[in-house]
């Protein structure tokens, strides 16, 4: 019996590398989405639950890129993009007559404060505050709100996510090559990340343990400082030196480029307790086997 798992929002890195990845593995896919080729729409419900109905697992990874800078429009495409597509699965599913037995709604790692002190784990981790810790709030509200009394809902807490063609690692990969590729900002704070083939295998793990129940966390067990990554970024790519960037450098730049000081100054620091104590073993648990993989895939 072909297994038939459904994909919200597939088109993106992430996406791309799950649609590859479960037809390996023997699954069926279908997906939601905005394209014309994706087999239901997100503006047409009835198309959704068809999709959903008879489907073993739903993945839902939609929502619009946070490399932006947060101005007043790209704030209201963010949150709606998790929020309203989360509510549209939720009102699909609920009339499905065989409903998906397990549903991985995406959520971030970022949702836990700024943390150089200890780890963040699902049970010990605090949440902080603003623009994208409130988002990843009404994003995991959603999808506790959906009424889907067969289905276990798991919002999967993801770090950033690193791999060959897409991810962070082009503009890493750009500042290093442009002899930019030291610490940025302070340098202690936290960088937790996860492989893109390590999420893939994370879906599995939890949808295949159904005693796996709320929030987990997706991140290497084995997180840097911002001073290593760069370092490690350096050495991948065969670069042997890099200018440190301070933060008030950043906060410039990042007005031309486009995008948040955030993403690189916030210390992010995420525990994946709940995958260690269920016995998860991470294909890529240190940044310099995973840079290296990425950094062999890009020559």
Not at 21 to 30: D, H, L, V
Not at 118 to 133: A, K, M, N
Not at 235 to 256: D, H, I, N, Q
């Amino acid at each position: 019996m072909t297994r038939t798992v459904v994909i919200a929002g597939a088109t993106g890195f992430i996406g791309s590398h799950l649609q590859r990845r479960f037809p390996e593995e023997g699954w069926q896919i279908r997906t939601v989405g905005r394209d014309a080729s994706a087999d239901a729409r997100w503006n047409d419900d009835g198309a959704i639950a068809k999709a959903l109905d008879g489907a073993e697992l739903l993945v839902n990874l939609a929502g619009r890129s946070v490399n932006c800078r947060y101005n007043e429009r790209h704030r209201r495409e963010i949150l709606d993009s998790r929020v309203v597509t989360t509510r549209a699965l939720g009102r699909a599913m609920a009339v499905c007559a065989e409903p998906p037995r397990t549903w991985i709604n995406s959520s971030t790692g970022t949702i836990y404060r700024h943390a150089e002190d200890r780890p963040q784990s699902e049970s010990s981790g605090e949440l902080g505050s603003g623009f994208s810790v409130d988002v990843a709030r009404a994003w995991e509200d959603e999808l506790a709100a959906a009424v889907v009394p067969e289905t276990r809902k798991v919002p999967l807490r993801i770090a950033i996510v690193l791999g060959t063609g897409g991810g962070v690692m082009s503009p890493f990969r750009n500042l290093a090559r442009l002899g930019l590729g030291g610490h940025m900002g302070p340098g202690t704070q936290k960088f937790s990340w996860i492989h893109v083939e390590d999420l893939y295998r994370t879906v599995l793990f939890v949808h295949e343990r159904p005693e796996l129940t709320g929030p987990v966390n997706a991140a290497s067990p084995y997180p840097v400082d911002n001073r290593e990554l760069m370092a490690l970024v350096r050495r991948s790519f065969g670069v042997p030196f890099g200018v440190p960037t301070p933060s008030w450098m950043l906060e410039a730049g990042s007005v031309l480029i486009r995008t948040q000081t955030e993403l690189v100054l916030k210390s992010r620091w995420v525990e994946p307790r709940k995958l260690l104590d269920a016995g998860f073993a991470f294909e890529y648990p240190s940044l310099a086997g995973a840079l290296n993989e990425i950094a062999a895939g890009t020559r």
